[in-house]
């Protein structure tokens, strides 16, 4: 093949990675996008806008859409020839957003449950949660489009809004054991330690796009 037929190709294969990239990403993306709508609910619940009972059966809804979307991408990776990042690195943030909307679901489940006062500490908790969950989205939206740019920055606004999710959950919680104990205390400690876990598993996706961006230039 002569030095003009290579360009041609090369901008071929290109095309070709770019077009699987975000064939693959995309339902990652979907995937996050439901995340974020399941965060909107819970906090519509902790700010008393919505009814408990109501929203435990349309997060339930909204949980089940995203195992569908994460049933998909996994079998998109299995078949797609080129990942724009590494293969485990994919999966495994998979399955962060999957704990992450997992645990939400069961934060409004508990609420619904527990039943208890709109005016406890949780709204904070989920909006530092909402960003860490747009963080990523914007992460996941690079991936797909132009995976050079992924770098260890890009996984770093994750990581601060997840910290924070942590910070305010030792906050509250200090405040909280100030309290004489109570069976109200012991359900509050419950749901702020499910939003905790979110926190974790948004560190744990961070993580791994920090792992992926360092895989890239290895």
Sequence with gaps: MSDADIGPVRRMVRVIKRDESQSLTAPLERQLVVTIAACALAREVAAGKRTPAEAHEKIAEIE??????RGKFVGRLTHVLVAPVDREDL????????DV??????????????????NDPYVDLLDATARALEDLRLAVQMIGRDPKKLTSRTAL??????????RLYDEELAKLFQRKLTMKVLKIRELLRRLDVVGLRLNEAADVLADAAVKRRA
Excluded at 91 to 98: A, G, K, T, Y
Excluded at 106 to 118: N, Q, Y
Excluded at 157 to 166: F, G, L, M, V, W
């Design 101 to 118: 909307l997992d645990n939400l679901r069961d934060f409004v489940r508990e609420w619904d449950l527990f039943d208890v006062a709109t």
């Design 91 to 98: 999966f495994r943030l998979s399955r962060s957003i999957d």
């Design 157 to 166: 606004a994750t990581k601060k809004s997840a910290n924070e999710i942590r």
């Design 64 to 69: 089940h859409t995203g195992d569908l979307l």
